[in-house]
């Protein structure tokens, strides 16, 4: 049935409740496109010049019409409040335990993704703009005890499967948005703040982060790449990278 919708693979827990919400608007686009269609060309017949030679002055006296259109608001108020509110809520303002998820900041830098984890200390360091270099393109503190163990990977991102994701973005120009289709995540990095994201990938596999903001010319190279894989293989991964950088 996806496929037939054109829909990408549902790579993460929320995904389809995100795509039966996206089905039902189009299935009440379809009901409104018909039944208004159906009204259209009932009044080009009903009010046809040739049935009508004369003038009508005082114009139709039912409030079908009227009816109708209180129905329509009804029926999108109804999707409004039984629908998006509490998926809002669920999805945006309800996030699950630090202690729980695999915790990360995303930066969006012209035209790349940073991606920066905690070291075995599970704290973040600080980042100072002073600091960036050809070496250090997000200004990485290694003199600060909590960033010298931090792990910086550039347009690759590995997460484990069946662990909620926790993602602070944050952008070091323009706006820029964070956007994995198949994980049904879409989120504005805005210049001067840092906003959280969240969700749990079902699937591993290979997937493709791309920018969804035009954010320069550089904009069609913006992409990233996702890597959800099993708990054990990203423990082993943050055990290489974190031996990488000691060897450093």
């Known amino acids: 049935m996806l496929e037939l919708l054109g829909m990408p693979q549902q790579a993460s827990a929320h995904a389809a409740q995100i795509d039966q919400v996206i089905v039902l608007l189009h299935w009440l686009m379809a009901v409104l496109f018909v039944g208004w269609g159906i009204f259209f060309v009932y009044t080009l017949i009903r009010f046809r010049a040739s049935a009508n030679p004369t003038a009508d002055y005082a114009g139709v006296k ?11 608001a009804g ?29 990360v900041h995303v930066i969006a830098k012209q035209f790349e993704w ?23 393109a997000i200004g990485l503190d290694r ?17 484990p ?5 926790i993602a602070y973005l944050s952008t070091m120009d323009v706006i820029h948005s964070f956007g994995i289709t198949s ?9 001067g703040m840092e906003i959280p994201v969240w969700w749990e990938p079902a699937v591993t596999g290979d997937f493709e982060i791309n920018c969804s903001q035009l954010c ?20 082993s991964f943050l055990s290489e990278e974190g031996a990488r950088l000691a060897a450093d």
């Not at 320069?216 to 423990?235: A, N």
């Open 62 to 72: 039912s409030h079908t019409s009227s009816y109708l259109e209180v129905a329509v």
């Open 114 to 136: 940073h991606t920066v984890y905690p070291g075995p200390d599970g704290r973040f360091g600080r980042r100072d703009a002073s600091l960036i270099t050809s070496t250090n």
């Open 216 to 235: 320069g010319l550089g904009h069609y190279r913006m992409r990233g790449f996702l890597t959800i894989m099993s708990q054990g293989d990203f423990q």
């Open 161 to 165: 499967v069946d662990t909620p994701v």
């Open 143 to 159: 003199d600060d005890p909590s960033g010298a163990d931090d792990i910086h990977t550039i347009n690759q991102m590995s997460l």
């Open 75 to 103: 029926i999108e108020a109804i999707i409004l409040l039984a629908f998006a509110i509490p998926a809002w809520a669920v999805r945006v303002n309800e996030f699950p335990p630090e202690n729980g998820a695999t915790v």
């Open 183 to 191: 994980m049904r995540v879409k989120q504005d990095a805005v210049p």
